[in-house]
């Protein structure tokens, strides 16, 4: 199987910062690399597919990028309600497989 | 609007079986792969299980494979996830999700394993 490593595990911001996620997959995934937030209690919820697509709805301050390997979540000028937990998931292979996640948390 | 609302999870002794059922409204059920993924409790996400739209296509996490069996009913617009001899290390909550990126998920059922 494909693994997938994020890192930082946890990170903490201020309202206003910048921050950027890393996700490493252990082959080469070309874009097909997700990205998801949760919230405790909530279900998961897509930001990014295909590497750097928004999801419709997400707000612009999210970004994605990278192809193969690498890849960056990118969430601009945070905002309060984007403390949560962030996780990468590669659909490359039909055995889709998460990053263990990072926790994003408020400085 | 998309809805997904799951059913069936609870409280199982190791070695015993359950049936997850996901009931989608909202959109063409016929027309989306699904997807079985689940969370044990404070840990990440686990894929567990995929069916393509007509059942062509299913795929198993190696750690679900050969006790688990996922199947869905497109004329009852519903997904299942029927688990057998069930282990400790299943419990979780389960969440069903549409399609590839997973862009619509149910509020999750939880599944406890333990004497």
């Known amino acids: 199987d494909i693994q997938m490593t994020q890192s930082p595990s946890s990170l903490s911001a201020s309202v206003g910062d910048s921050v950027t996620i890393t996700c490493r997959a252990s082959?080469?995934?070309?874009?097909?690399l997700n990205w998801y937030q949760q919230k405790p209690g909530k279900a998961p919820k897509l930001l990014i597919y295909?590497?750097?697509s928004l999801q419709s709805g997400v707000p612009s301050r999210f970004s994605g990028s990278g192809s193969g390997t690498d890849f960056t979540l990118t969430i601009s000028s945070l905002q309060p309600e984007d403390f949560a937990t962030y996780f990468c998931?590669?659909?490359?292979?039909?055995?889709?497989?998460f990053g263990q996640g990072t926790k994003l948390d408020i400085k | 609007e998309v809805q997904l609302v799951e059913s069936g999870g609870g409280l199982v002794k190791p070695g015993g079986s359950l049936r997850l059922s996901c009931a989608a409204s909202g959109f063409t059920f016929s027309d989306y792969s699904m997807n079985w993924v689940r969370q044990a409790p404070g840990k990440g996400l686990e894929w567990v299980s995929s069916?393509?739209?007509?059942?062509?296509?299913?795929y198993y996490a190696d750690s679900v494979k050969g006790r688990f069996t996922i199947s869905r009913d497109n004329a009852k617009n519903s997904l299942y996830l029927q688990m057998n001899s069930l282990r400790a290390e299943d419990t979780a909550v389960y969440y069903c999700?549409?399609?590839?990126?997973?862009?619509?998920w149910g509020q999750g059922t939880l599944v406890t394993v333990s004497s």
């Open positions: 998931q590669q659909s490359y292979s039909t055995r889709y497989t």
């Open positions: 069916i393509s739209s007509s059942s062509s296509f299913i």
């Open positions: 999700a549409r399609g590839d990126p997973s862009d619509s």
């Open positions: 295909a590497a750097s």
């Open positions: 082959q080469s995934i070309s874009s097909y």
